[in-house]
């Protein structure tokens, strides 16, 4: 029976992996530049041609651990840290913290590697004066321009990732977009409550910091549902599932609950902060999509079909119901498992722009027993 891992778990991998890749495959290109200009031969000793190939294997070891060590690091402990700094603080603080880091782990590996080719015990006192000579030779600066190469190149990539996502960034990768692709997808369109009249309490940025905080205390909540952010629209989050992880265990529906609750639990510092407390609304829609990469001037990977305004205009009858969360008809008959949930039927109703009404839903969590 396969393991499956928490969505969380499973997203942070995916993140990390490719900072071991980038950390493997520079240093086989600076492996093969050395070589090259060291104008190595094939035609050695068969004892060194096992030996190199030893010292070749443990070293891409190395550095694929190097790398998934550092991208661990990064994206659950520095980005953290210096969330709040501007881009080039980050880079700064980040590479001085990481060549202190590289330096402790050279002197970790290094002797390790010389007593595998020398094939004497790593506390033989010529493991220590070769890392001496080593720590103070041209050898040792070029691995630091080789480290310091794949380490920005890590950074960039993670800074990339998380500007843009890191699932559309893998799939600019892998050109899984290139050519459009047709979809089944589930839609949330949030919105906030009240959002003329908060932001025109507050003024432009402390509402703009608000709707920071507002935003990241949903993050958790959409990861854990297996959800991925498509749009930020203003006060508008758009949350978009591939269809089977959105159905799979309720996600789809968890995640508003999911969302109101983390957002509940800060109430009284969102109070303290800024002198309200925001809500939102949320409509949830399923349907066929078209998804492909756009632009020229800036490349983006978009959804488009009739189920995008659907949802939309599911969110927007909210307030004629007073509501905070409605779903169509279609998408409460997909639903696995509804026992967990109150479902109540609302009619049928005219959505805006559309000929044919659909019948709508409200959902309550119910009570655990």
Same mark, same amino acid.
């Given at each position: 029976?396969?393991?499956?891992?928490?969505? #969380?778990?499973?997203?942070?991998?995916?993140?990390?992996?490719?900072?071991?890749?980038?950390?493997?495959?520079? +240093?086989?290109?600076?492996?093969?530049?050395?070589?090259?200009?060291?104008?190595?031969?094939?035609?050695? %000793?068969?004892?060194?041609?096992?030996?190199?190939?030893?010292?070749?294997?443990?070293?891409?070891?190395?550095?694929?651990?190097?790398?998934?060590?550092?991208?661990?690091?990064?994206?659950?402990?520095?980005?953290?840290?210096?969330?709040? #700094?501007?881009?080039?603080?980050?880079?700064?603080?980040?590479?001085?913290?990481?060549?202190?880091?590289?330096?402790?782990?050279?002197?970790?590996?290094?002797?390790?590697?010389?007593?595998?080719?020398?094939?004497?015990?790593?506390?033989?006192?010529?493991?220590?004066?070769?890392?001496?000579?080593?720590?103070?030779?041209?050898?040792?600066?070029?691995?630091?321009?080789?480290?310091?190469?794949?380490?920005?190149?890590?950074?960039?990539?993670?800074?990339?990732?998380?500007?843009?996502?890191? +699932?559309?960034?893998?799939?600019?990768?892998?050109?899984?977009?290139?050519?459009?692709?047709?979809?089944?997808?589930?839609?949330?369109?949030?919105?906030?409550?009240?959002?003329?009249?908060?932001?025109?309490?507050?003024? %432009?940025?402390?509402?703009?910091?608000?709707?920071?905080?507002?935003?990241?205390?949903?993050?958790?909540?959409?990861?854990? %549902?297996?959800?991925?952010?498509?749009?930020?629209?203003?006060?508008?989050?758009?949350?978009?599932?591939?269809?089977?992880?959105?159905?799979?265990?309720?996600?789809?529906?968890?995640?508003?609950?999911?969302?109101?609750?983390?957002?509940?639990?800060?109430?009284?510092?969102?109070?303290?902060?800024?002198?309200?407390?925001?809500?939102?609304?949320?409509?949830? %829609?399923?349907?066929?999509?078209?998804?492909?990469?756009?632009?020229?001037?800036?490349?983006?990977?978009?959804?488009?079909?009739?189920?995008?305004?659907?949802?939309?205009?599911?969110?927007?009858?909210?307030?004629?119901?007073?509501?905070?969360?409605?779903?169509?008809?279609?998408?409460?008959?997909?639903?696995?498992?509804?026992?967990?949930?109150?479902?109540?039927?609302?009619?049928?109703?005219?959505?805006?722009?559309?000929?044919?009404?659909?019948?709508?839903?409200?959902?309550?969590?119910?009570?655990?027993?």
């Amino acid at each position: 029976m396969a393991v499956q891992l928490p969505p #969380k778990t499973k997203r942070n991998l995916y993140r990390i992996i490719p900072f071991g890749l980038i950390w493997l495959i520079s +240093g086989w290109v600076f492996w093969v530049v050395e070589q090259a200009a060291a104008g190595s031969s094939v035609q050695n %000793h068969n004892s060194r041609v096992v030996m190199n190939l030893e010292i070749f294997i443990f070293s891409s070891i190395a550095l694929t651990a190097v790398g998934l060590l550092i991208g661990t690091i990064e994206l659950l402990y520095l980005n953290q840290v210096f969330s709040k #700094k501007s881009f080039t603080q980050k880079i700064a603080y980040k590479i001085i913290f990481y060549i202190l880091l590289l330096l402790i782990i050279t002197v970790i590996t290094y002797p390790i590697a010389k007593s595998l080719e020398l094939d004497i015990s790593i506390f033989d006192q010529r493991v220590w004066d070769i890392l001496g000579d080593y720590l103070t030779s041209f050898t040792h600066l070029s691995t630091d321009i080789q480290l310091t190469s794949s380490l920005l190149v890590s950074l960039f990539y993670a800074e990339i990732s998380e500007n843009i996502g890191h +699932g559309v960034l893998m799939n600019f990768f892998t050109g899984k977009y290139h050519s459009p692709t047709e979809e089944l997808r589930i839609f949330m369109f949030s919105d906030m409550k009240s959002s003329t009249a908060i932001a025109e309490q507050l003024g %432009h940025i402390k509402y703009f910091e608000l709707l920071k905080e507002y935003y990241s205390d949903f993050s958790e909540a959409i990861i854990q %549902h297996s959800g991925e952010i498509y749009q930020y629209v203003g006060d508008e989050i758009i949350i978009s599932w591939k269809y089977e992880d959105g159905i799979a265990n309720n996600n789809c529906l968890k995640c508003f609950f999911a969302m109101k609750e983390d957002l509940h639990k800060r109430a009284d510092w969102y109070y303290a902060t800024y002198g309200v407390i925001p809500t939102f609304k949320a409509g949830l %829609h399923f349907g066929k999509v078209t998804t492909g990469e756009i632009g020229e001037l800036k490349k983006e990977i978009i959804f488009t079909g009739d189920v995008l305004n659907t949802t939309a205009r599911i969110q927007g009858l909210c307030n004629q119901f007073n509501l905070d969360f409605l779903i169509s008809g279609d998408l409460s008959q997909s639903l696995p498992n509804q026992s967990e949930f109150t479902i109540q039927s609302l009619g049928k109703n005219e959505l805006k722009g559309k000929e044919e009404s659909m019948e709508l839903f409200t959902i309550v969590q119910s009570p655990l027993l």
